[in-house]
């Protein structure tokens, strides 16, 4: 999905994103940062190998996973009793981060207009 951007003060570019947040007593069940754990997760297979490419530490990225499964009916990332077998997504995990992307890309299709008109009031 295309953000759309405006060229910032210092020559980089200004990025509108929705951040949906699910939320129940200050516990965030996904959000920006965790759908993208979850994306990686999905594409290597594993908490740490995921948590390398998002330059997270492996705990962060466990403490995560393991807000997340708490947070949902069924577990999101399946993990192996074997610590080498490595981590996938579930078919509820999938579901999720599925929805998740499709909220994220309607939120900014119903809002351009408004995106650019505020992107005509930045600093270029």
């Keep these: 999905t295309e953000t759309p951007t405006a060229a910032g003060r210092d020559g980089g570019a200004w ?3 929705p951040r949906w947040r699910p939320v129940r007593k ?3 069940a996904l959000g920006p940062g965790k759908a ?3 994306s990686a997760i999905g ?3 594993s908490i740490s ?3 390398r490419a998002l330059g997270m530490s492996y705990r962060r990225a466990w403490v995560l996973v393991a807000t997340i499964n708490e947070c949902f009916r069924r577990p999101v990332v399946s993990t192996s009793a074997r610590r ?4 996938s997504l ?3 995990g999938r579901a999720a981060l599925a929805l998740y992307r499709r909220i994220e890309e309607k939120s900014l299709a119903s809002s ?3 995106i650019d008109a505020l992107r005509r009031r930045l600093r270029s």
């Design 36 to 38: 993208d754990l979850l």
């Design 49 to 51: 190998a995921a948590a």
């Design 15 to 17: 990025s509108v994103a």
């Design 43 to 45: 594409e290597t297979g």
């Design 112 to 114: 351009r207009r408004e």
């Design 26 to 28: 200050g516990t965030i």
């Design 90 to 92: 579930s078919p509820v």
């Design 84 to 87: 080498s077998a490595g981590a």
